[in-house]
């Protein structure tokens, strides 16, 4: 098993920036697919962004493509979500998450393991 603990929850203006932070803790970090996942009041989960294994391969949603990168430092058993050009959209709860298997593309339902979630609020 792995535990994930997320940092960088915060309040800033829209067109502003955050990163967040996801360590984590037990079994060998690099064995597990990595996501970011945020739930909006009212609405479901959604992936916003996955990272494979070695960090070569990234996936992202429509709605954050080309604002949000995802990256990853296995030595330091770590997962980022850099977001910037922030909209109050963007507003949520975010989660980091890990699953066993290696396929980027999946629903939430699909992670193993999850954090507890860091609090995004974008001002307009």
């Known amino acids: 098993q792995v535990q994930l603990v997320e940092s960088g929850r915060g309040l800033v203006q829209a067109g502003g920036s955050l990163r967040l932070s996801c360590a984590a803790f037990?079994?060998?970090?690099?064995?597990?697919?990595m996501g970011w996942i945020r739930q909006a009041p009212g609405n479901e989960r959604e992936v916003v962004a996955a990272?494979?294994?070695?960090?070569?391969?990234?996936n992202y949603a429509d709605s954050v493509k080309g604002r949000f990168t995802i990256s990853r430092d296995n030595a330091k058993s770590t997962v980022y979500l850099q977001m910037n050009s922030l909209k109050p959209e963007d507003t949520a709860v975010y989660y980091c998450a890990a699953r066993d298997g290696s396929i980027l593309n999946v629903s939430p339902r699909r992670y193993d393991y999850w954090g507890q979630g860091t609090q995004v609020t974008v001002a307009s």
């Open positions: 990272i494979s294994r070695s960090g070569g391969i990234t």
């Open positions: 037990g079994r060998t970090f690099i064995t597990y697919t």
